[in-house]
């Protein structure tokens, strides 16, 4: 009766998770979360004694393998591509995801002009980013926008950006980079991408300096 009851325990666990995944807009999360559900509802038809439930389940748990594996070992494309504030695309961008956007920035403190520093972030020629800075002090950007759409958050981007970008920042004469987190998902993301908390005039900001890999 244990045995049987614990079995069905991981079918539980197992149908919860499946559903989970499709509740994923991120493929890569959907895959993971899959992979796991797949291997616990084919454990749990190999103790019910349900064979072709186990190895049903069993081939979905290699096919997401496959895809994971397919994932992060293919070679992908990431560009910048400079923002005109007065494109109409921008508009219809920020329209679109403007209920997402106002999870993690505050519309008040957006201000989009000739003199920020703003550019979308081409993965594979897709628009999957955006990144907004206004000049703050002499060589740092208050970050107003780091977006990214998502299909795309694996991290992949923000470390495009704040990485693999590090010159484009540097030729513009910024090394530094601040940010007002809103929620503890941000905040989480800040910390991966290398920002520390610091207190600066009696407020509480996340920063980041950064350094040229030929020094």
């Known amino acids: 009766m244990l045995n049987s009851n614990w079995a069905e325990w991981v079918g539980y666990l197992a149908s919860i998770l499946i559903l989970i995944s499709?509740?994923?807009?991120?493929?890569?999360?959907?895959?993971?979360?899959?992979?796991?559900?797949?291997?616990l509802f084919s454990l749990y038809g190999f103790l019910i004694g349900a064979l072709p439930v186990g190895f049903v389940n069993l081939c979905i748990a290699i096919?997401?393998?496959?895809?994971?594996?397919?994932?992060?070992?293919?070679?992908?494309?990431?560009?910048?591509?400079?923002?005109?504030p007065d494109s109409e695309y921008l508009q219809y961008f920020l329209c679109f995801y403007q209920e997402d956007i106002e999870k993690y920035f505050s519309p008040s403190t957006?201000?989009?002009?000739?003199?920020?520093?703003?550019f979308y972030v081409l993965r594979n020629l897709v628009p999957a980013g955006i990144f907004f800075g206004e000049k703050y002090?002499?060589?740092?950007?208050?970050?107003?926008?780091?977006?990214?759409?998502?299909?795309y958050r694996d991290f992949k981007i923000g470390k495009y950006i704040y990485e693999d970008q590090k010159d484009y920042f540097l030729n513009l004469g910024y090394r530094r980079f601040y940010s007002h987190p809103l929620n503890e998902k941000h905040k989480n993301y800040l910390l991966k991408m290398g920002f520390k908390e610091i207190i600066e005039n009696n407020h509480k900001l996340f920063a980041k300096t950064i350094s040229s890999d030929k020094n």
Do not use: C
């Open 22 to 39: 499709l509740l994923m807009s991120s493929i890569a999360k959907l895959r993971w979360i899959n992979l796991v559900g797949s291997i």
């Open 63 to 84: 096919i997401n393998v496959y895809h994971l594996a397919k994932i992060y070992k293919t070679k992908e494309y990431f560009r910048i591509l400079s923002i005109n």
């Open 110 to 118: 957006l201000k989009i002009d000739k003199n920020s520093v703003g």
């Open 137 to 151: 002090g002499e060589d740092a950007l208050m970050v107003q926008l780091d977006f990214v759409i998502p299909e």
